[in-house]
């Protein structure tokens, strides 16, 4: 009935080509994390204000619900995440749990549209984190399944853009709509965007499905060779060794374990997750604590507290040519940078005090100079799980990983990293802002941000005093080998 938009044996799809290009699917991807990311903010600045005339809750608990809310989503997300990464890696197709996920986000949606009380609100962020995590888990494998690790950075640049202005776009457009539309339409909003998402999603063809019509040099340069010219710029030869095909007895118990603890003992993955989970922590400390400081502050209504993201938005326009230099030279400098540049920016907004002129445009642009500093970290690391993947896998066996590899997994962890951040900032910020003011937030914030730089850049691609003591062994002719 529908081979027009599916094919069959004998004919291919519609506008086959465009729908399996590399274009098109990253950009179904960016899209389909944009819209799981704006449904997740763009209640951000309503809560404050609907929490207490749409669910009853007095004054004095707004704070403490608001971030709540928020950090359930990032639970449910923090628990979905492996479950969805083991489930895609042995999927026949990524399309369809992307399907699923996209009803379980419309089901969710309808139930925030609907609830009116603590308990459902909490239930609908619970279903929403659980969609996002199908969404970013497979997405983001389908990304790296479709381009291969040489232009992963590039990609990863389009989608750190869709998740930067899904995270801090969705605030000012829920808080201008929820200003001069009502509770309502700010809901009508996301179920519009929703029906864009339905339409890339059902119109994406997977490049593997696309093979069975197009030859392969009408399918051009695959991930295949992209994976071999990546592994030469980003690998270090002692993190690559040739691998026995005859498994030893070492190698049958790892294979043993689950697929996600084996990708842990890289301590390059590890490292690039626990730096997604600072960075998300620095972002959505400010979903809890910001709309609530400018209307405090400034006397901002909802129009204003959602405008006051737009500086931090800015800067992810930069975000794929952030991946482009990252695929050059690689990700150690530009997150350390990040992370380095991120703590002053952080810390030189306890100086905001006063509703004046001057403290509006300090604010503006120390939170420019943030989304800058977010952006250099990110886009590099999600970049860095591709490139340690890579390694982990030529260090094993050829098919140890399945036929699929690891990469649904390992985004898996990057999804529960995010998520666990996405739980605890906006809870440590709300909590510290309520308990000791925001001074003393920014500056715990700030120390945190400044602190992980030294792991960053340590471990980022590969163990920098490994990389050291190799290069001083080339120099002595041993080759760097470690006796």
């Known amino acids: 009935m529908f081979t027009w938009l599916n094919g069959s044996d004998n004919h291919p799809p519609i506008f086959l080509h465009f729908r399996s290009s590399k274009v098109f699917i990253i950009a179904s991807v960016a899209a389909a994390v944009f819209t799981d990311l704006f449904l997740y903010g763009v209640i951000v600045p309503v809560i404050p204000f609907a929490l207490s005339s749409r669910a009853g809750v007095d004054e004095d608990q707004v704070q403490r619900w608001t971030s709540v809310l928020l950090a359930v989503y990032g639970a449910a997300l923090l628990v979905g995440s492996p479950i969805c990464g083991w489930w895609a890696d042995r999927t026949t197709s990524r399309k369809g749990p992307l399907l699923i996920g996209l009803l379980a986000l419309a089901g969710a949606t309808g139930i925030l549209t609907a609830g009116n009380s603590i308990a459902v609100l909490v239930v609908g962020r619970l279903l929403q984190g659980a969609s996002a995590a199908v969404v970013w888990v497979v997405g983001l494998a389908l990304v790296a399944d479709t381009v291969g690790p040489a232009e992963v950075g590039n990609a990863m640049g389009y989608i750190g853009v869709a998740m930067s202005f899904g995270v801090l776009l969705s605030p000012l457009i829920g808080g201008v709509v929820f200003e001069r539309a009502g509770y309502f339409a700010v809901f009508g909003v996301s179920f519009a965007l929703l029906g864009m998402d339905i339409?890339?999603?059902?119109?994406?063809?997977?490049?593997?499905?696309?093979?069975?019509?197009?030859?392969?040099?009408?399918?051009?340069?695959?991930?295949?060779?992209?994976?071999?010219?990546?592994?030469e710029l980003?690998?270090?030869?002692?993190?690559?060794?040739?691998?026995?095909?005859?498994?030893?007895?070492?190698?049958?118990?790892?294979?043993?374990?689950?697929?996600?603890?084996?990708?842990?003992?890289?301590?390059?993955?590890?490292?690039?997750?626990?730096?997604?989970?600072?960075?998300?922590i620095l972002l959505t400390s400010y979903d809890s604590t910001l709309p609530l400081f400018v209307r405090n502050t400034f006397t901002w209504n909802a129009i204003g507290a959602g405008l006051i993201f737009l500086p931090v938005t800015i800067p992810a326009f930069?975000?794929?040519?952030?991946?482009?230099?990252?695929?050059?030279?690689?990700?150690?400098?530009l997150a350390t940078a990040g992370f380095l540049l991120g703590a002053p920016c952080i810390i030189l907004q306890r100086l905001v005090e006063s509703n004046t002129l001057r403290q509006k445009v300090l604010l503006c642009a120390l939170l420019a100079l943030l989304g800058v500093a977010l952006n250099l970290v990110l886009t590099p690391l999600m970049a860095e799980i591709t490139y340690s993947v890579e390694a982990t896998v030529r260090k094993r066996p050829k098919g140890f990983f399945g036929v699929k590899g690891a990469y649904a997994q390992a985004y898996g962890l990057f999804n529960m990293a995010f998520a666990?951040?996405?739980?605890?900032?906006?809870?440590?910020?709300?909590?510290?802002?309520?308990?000791?003011?925001?001074?003393?937030?920014?500056?715990v914030?700030?120390?945190?941000?400044?602190?992980?730089?030294?792991?960053?850049?340590?471990?980022?691609?590969?163990?920098?005093?490994?990389?050291?003591?190799?290069?001083?062994?080339?120099?002595?002719?041993?080759?760097?080998?470690?006796?």
């Not at 007895?249 to 390059?268: A, E, G, M, N, V």
């Not at 930069?318 to 400098?333: E, M, N, T, V």
């Not at 602190?451 to 920098?464: D, L």
């Open 318 to 333: 930069f975000a794929p040519f952030i991946g482009q230099l990252s695929d050059r030279y690689g990700p150690r400098y």
């Open 420 to 443: 666990a951040g996405s739980m605890i900032g906006p809870l440590v910020g709300g909590l510290v802002v309520e308990s000791k003011g925001w001074g003393a937030a920014t500056l």
């Open 445 to 483: 914030l700030g120390v945190l941000s400044g602190v992980f730089a030294g792991p960053t850049f340590w471990w980022t691609g590969g163990s920098w005093g490994r990389e050291r003591r190799k290069k001083r062994g080339e120099r002595e002719g041993t080759g760097g080998e470690e006796v």
């Open 234 to 280: 980003h690998t270090a030869s002692n993190d690559l060794k040739e691998p026995d095909d005859t498994p030893s007895t070492d190698t049958l118990i790892t294979k043993r374990l689950p697929t996600f603890l084996l990708l842990l003992q890289s301590r390059r993955l590890l490292s690039a997750c626990l730096g997604c989970l600072v960075q998300a």
């Open 199 to 231: 339409v890339l999603r059902f119109a994406l063809i997977e490049r593997k499905i696309a093979m069975k019509w197009l030859s392969k040099d009408e399918m051009g340069d695959g991930p295949e060779r992209a994976e071999q010219n990546a592994l």
